[in-house]
T-cell receptor
Framework: GAGVSQTPSNKVTEKGKYVELRCDPI?????LYWYRQSLGQGPEFLIY????????DSGLPNDRFFAVRPEGSVSTLKIQRTERGDSAVYLC?????????????FGDGTRLSIL | AQTVTQSQPEMSVQEAETVTLSCTYD???????LFWYKQPPSRQMILVIR??????QNATENRFSVNFQKAAKSFSLKISDSQLGDAAMYFC??????????????FGKGTRLHILP
């Protein structure tokens, strides 16, 4: 596609529920990143994929968070047993090959609200 | 660990005037990238300008320019001839230079810029 696509745009769910957030990167981009942006803050890194593998998952806050990218394109961020503190905008970005001189292109994010 | 600090939570400027947004950072690395991103209400992060630390010349992109002071670890953004469409959150950001596995961008907390008509 022309840009990074994230679905849904907004998600409202109850505390304790399971949610999945989807990211469709720019076609041909091998590197994919997830960031979380809490209210009034800048985005914070969660996880980075190079192809199908997670090259760096050091930003995942705890084991309730998990992400996959089984075919090296679309990625899904999964959150189990959601808590109110998980409410944030989840941003996805992709770049051509992950080298630092390649720009990261961001999607519009998914706003997650936990009631 | 690297950090990015933006000390101005909000700023306002009259349309057509010039405004400067401040940013400082901390790192022990000698080579890195610095960025300014714009985030309008649509939430998409839009790259405004990029500076490579090994380049002494300040980057410019049309009405946007930076003042990069490497020794002081300062990286300010100047917006000239401010337009209503410039109103947004602006984030200063840092990224290491390296191989394929240098991944994350580190963002500041942002400065909300208001343009007064």
């Amino acid at each position: 596609g022309a840009g990074v696509s994230q679905t849904p745009s907004n998600k409202v769910t109850e505390k304790g529920k399971y949610v999945e957030l989807r990211c469709d990167p720019i076609s041909g981009h091998t590197a994919l990143y997830w960031y979380r942006q809490s209210l009034g803050q800048g985005p914070e890194f969660l996880i980075y994929f190079q192809g199908t593998g997670a090259a760096d998952d050091s930003g995942l806050p705890n084991d309730r968070f998990f992400a996959v990218r089984p075919e090296g394109s679309v990625s899904t961020l999964k959150i189990q047993r959601t808590e109110r503190g998980d409410s944030a905008v989840y941003l996805c970005a992709s770049s051509r090959d992950g080298y630092s001189n390649q720009p990261q292109h961001f999607g519009d994010g998914t706003r997650l609200s936990i009631l | 660990a690297q950090t990015v600090t933006q000390s101005q939570p909000e700023m306002s400027v009259q349309e057509a005037e010039t405004v400067t947004l401040s940013c400082t950072y901390d790192t022990s690395e000698s080579d890195y990238y610095l960025f300014w991103y714009k985030q309008p209400p649509s939430r998409q992060m839009i790259l405004v300008i990029r500076q490579e630390a090994y380049k002494q010349q300040n980057a410019t992109e049309n009405r946007f320019s930076v003042n990069f002071q490497k020794a002081a670890k300062s990286f300010s953004l100047k917006i000239s001839d401010s337009q209503l469409g410039d109103a947004a959150m602006y984030f200063c950001a840092y990224r290491s230079v390296g191989g394929r596995w240098d991944d994350k961008i580190i963002f500041g907390k942002g400065t909300r810029l208001h343009i007064l008509p």
